[in-house]
């Protein structure tokens, strides 16, 4: 059947709306009154049955082709355990007005089919068939409540494309914290292995060149670069379902500061490491994690600043029982729109990505790592001049 026209069958607005639809496509192939009402009548007869029983039933309208005569053929299908017969009336006077009706059940769904062959004097074809459609296509709605149908339906339409959007990219999502997992697990092995080797190769009592041994510093280098790499990867795979861990102690955070700013020290020579905190607290931190959050940190303020520049590290106690941690650099600052982006995972700033490597996974893992700690992470800066990482801990209790 080549369809003309179609629409759901759910209310008693709809039976209105399938008898003039009906009419109008018998009038446009020039078919009587008699017929045309013949034929609407049938259509409203079995439309006004399947929408007393059913509230899925949908009605299709066109022509169907038989050797070189056309019949109107109206199809309406709805699924149902309701096995309509004889003594549902409409279902009765249905099969008296049309010639040819035959209905057919696949699967649970129920189809009902009336057809009436057409004369050949009407001389349809396709190309008189195929402006039928066009015109039906392009009408503009014959009721206020076809508008709203047409409104509706369009909504609906949209709202499953974006539910099956929003599927396909959860599965794909899914799919590549599987690969990122999997991956990172593989590559953990080896370069833990390659790094022990390392050592123990710096480490061997017998006569290294300075050369080899410079070799072996750029080795272990790179190696503990990549490593950290792959950390972060399993990081996000564990942030992506749900199963980053974490064991909480009471810690005191000034003393934390400390000791994390005596050993940044070392790792970030080319910089100075001041600090000014406030009044001691205790907050409720996995230690570890943490670390990771000011090495990320400091390490970003040293990678984006020039060498012999200062990093400041402050900490203040805010009016809502917070305590604000601040880790400010001097170096190239960056864009609002950067300020906007920088915590999204993956994102790197254009003017950064050639000249400085990274993935952007850091500043995503640190937020979701202070956010899990019951505090919040923010940034400012001025493009040029400096930024400033800020970051809030709930304070346990005074020192």
Do not use: C
């Not at 074809?125 to 047409?150: G, M, N, T, W």
């Not at 790094?195 to 480490?203: D, E, G, L, R, V």
């Not at 200062?310 to 609002?336: F, N, P, Q, R």
Request: aromatic share 8%; net charge negative.
């Amino acid at each position: 059947m080549k369809e003309v026209v179609s629409m759901s069958l759910e209310n008693d607005m709809d039976l209105v709306l399938a008898h003039k639809k009906s009419m109008q496509v018998a009038d446009k192939l020039g078919l009587t009154i008699a017929t045309q009402t013949t034929f609407a009548t049938a259509v409203s007869e079995i439309s006004r049955t399947v929408i007393e029983y059913t509230d899925n039933g949908a009605l299709a309208i066109g022509l169907d082709q038989n050797k070189t005569r056309y019949a109107l053929v109206a199809m309406v299908t709805f699924e149902s355990d309701v096995a309509f017969n004889d003594a549902h009336e409409g279902f009765f006077y249905a099969q008296k007005l049309v010639p040819e009706f035959e209905v057919t059940v696949n699967s649970g769904v129920t189809a009902i089919q009336m057809k009436i062959g057409l004369p050949r004097s009407l001389k349809i074809d396709p190309v008189k068939i195929s402006k039928l459609r066009e015109f039906f296509k392009s009408q503009a709605p014959i009721s206020a409540y076809e508008e709203i149908k047409r409104r509706n339906f369009s909504l609906s339409k949209i709202a499953e494309e974006k539910d099956e959007e929003i599927r396909r990219s959860k599965l794909i999502d899914e799919k590549k914290t599987e690969f990122i997992s999997i991956a990172s697990h593989e590559l953990k092995t080896p370069m833990t292995v390659l790094k022990a080797y390392t050592q123990i190769a710096k480490a061997t009592k017998e006569p290294l060149s300075e050369h080899l041994k410079g070799v072996l510093t750029k080795i272990d280098v790179q190696a503990s670069k990549l490593n950290s790499l792959v950390q972060q990867l399993l990081d996000l795979s564990k942030i992506e379902n749900g199963s980053l861990q974490y064991n909480m102690t009471n810690i005191s955070l000034n003393g934390f500061v400390i000791d994390q700013l005596a050993v940044m020290q070392q790792i970030l020579p080319n910089h100075t490491l001041e600090s000014v905190l406030g009044n001691d607290v205790h907050v409720a931190a996995d230690i570890l994690r943490m670390e990771q959050v000011f090495s990320n940190l400091l390490g970003n303020a040293a990678k984006y600043s020039q060498v012999n520049t200062k990093i400041e590290v402050g900490t203040a106690i805010d009016a809502d029982g917070h305590v604000i941690v601040s880790i400010k650099d001097y170096g190239k600052g960056m864009s609002l729109k950067t300020m906007q982006l920088i915590f999204d995972k993956f994102y790197r700033a254009q003017d950064v990505i050639s000249t400085h490597p990274g993935l952007g996974m850091g500043l995503y893992i640190s937020s979701k790592i202070i956010n899990d700690h019951g505090g919040k992470i923010w940034v400012e800066s001025e493009e040029s001049q400096w930024t400033k990482f800020h970051f809030s801990l709930p304070v346990v209790n005074g020192a």
